[in-house]
């Protein structure tokens, strides 16, 4: 079975951190990219960072310098650390993995609700 278990999400002030971990199982763990993305209300899921098996890492634009993005192959996990987090990186965050070629496959965690708030 197919899992994407995501942990660490809360409630910080302004200027605060937090650091997400997701957890996968049930699926292989290679060869694919791994990312974060988020949904905020009446807006478009949006990729927020991801990283491939080969560990080249792409993020978004309001992120660049403040999120980083990082992958154990060992634990089968991928982390987003968030620094100097804003109001408008208030979101649920999802986590994802892809496969792009043979055999594809697209899987989703369940969500993990950043709350950016003073």
């Known amino acids: 079975q197919v899992q994407l278990v995501e942990s660490g999400g809360g409630l910080v002030q302004p200027g605060g951190s937090l650091r997400l971990s997701c957890a996968a199982s049930?699926?292989?763990?290679?060869?694919?990219?791994m990312g974060w993305y988020r949904q905020a209300p009446g807006k478009e899921r949006e990729l927020v960072a991801q990283?491939?098996?080969?560990?080249?890492?792409n993020y978004a634009d309001s992120v660049k310098g403040r999120f980083t993005i990082s992958r154990d192959y060992a634990k089968k996990t991928v982390s987003l650390q968030m620094n100097s987090l804003k109001p408008e990186d208030t979101a649920v965050y999802y986590c994802?993995?892809?496969?792009?070629?043979?055999?594809?496959?697209?899987?989703w965690g369940q969500g993990t609700q950043v709350t950016v708030s003073s």
């Open positions: 990283i491939t098996s080969g560990g080249t890492t």
């Open positions: 049930g699926i292989p763990f290679s060869s694919n990219a």
């Open positions: 994802n993995c892809r496969r792009s070629i043979r055999p594809q496959y697209d899987y």
